[in-house]
Nanobody, 130 residues
Framework: QVQLVESGGGLVQAGGSLRLSCAAS????????MGWFRQAPGKEREFVAS????????YYADSVKGRFTISRDNAKNTLYLQMNSLKPEDTAVYYC???????????????????????WGQGTQVTVSS
């Protein structure tokens, strides 16, 4: 059974930092693109960041560019999202996602929507207070 489990969410003051982790089990995603999305109450799920299978390719939403960093450790089958200079508008449930069908394929503008991803975590809450 394939599972993506996010952790690291919590409550932080504006300007603070959090590091999210997404641990994969049941299969390896080391040859596939992965990404982070978020969903605030009453809003649609939106793209945050994605990374290629190797980690060398990355792509960010304009709203987080320069503040968030996506990375992965394929040896640990884990995806990360380092979030700095957090703002109240970053408050949302953050979801990890993985594509398991396109072997070693990556384009930032392709992986910035939910469509290519067929594996999703349950989400972790991030709340930024002002």
């Amino acid at each position: 059974q394939v599972q993506l489990v996010e952790s690291g969410g919590g409550l932080v003051q504006a300007g603070g930092s959090l590091r999210l982790s997404c641990a994969a089990s049941g299969r390896t995603f080391s040859n596939y693109a992965m990404g982070w999305f978020r969903q605030a109450p009453g809003k649609e799920r939106e793209f945050v960041a994605s990374t290629s299978w190797s980690g060398r390719g990355t792509y960010y939403a304009d709203s987080v560019k320069g503040r968030f960093t996506i990375s992965r450790d394929n040896a640990k089958n884990t995806l990360y999202l380092q979030m700095n200079s957090l703002k109240p508008e970053d408050t949302a449930v953050y979801y990890c996602a993985a594509d398991s069908t396109r072997f070693r394929s990556y384009s930032g503008t392709y992986y910035n929507t939910p469509t290519p991803y067929d594996n999703w975590g349950q989400g972790t809450q991030v709340t930024v207070s002002s």
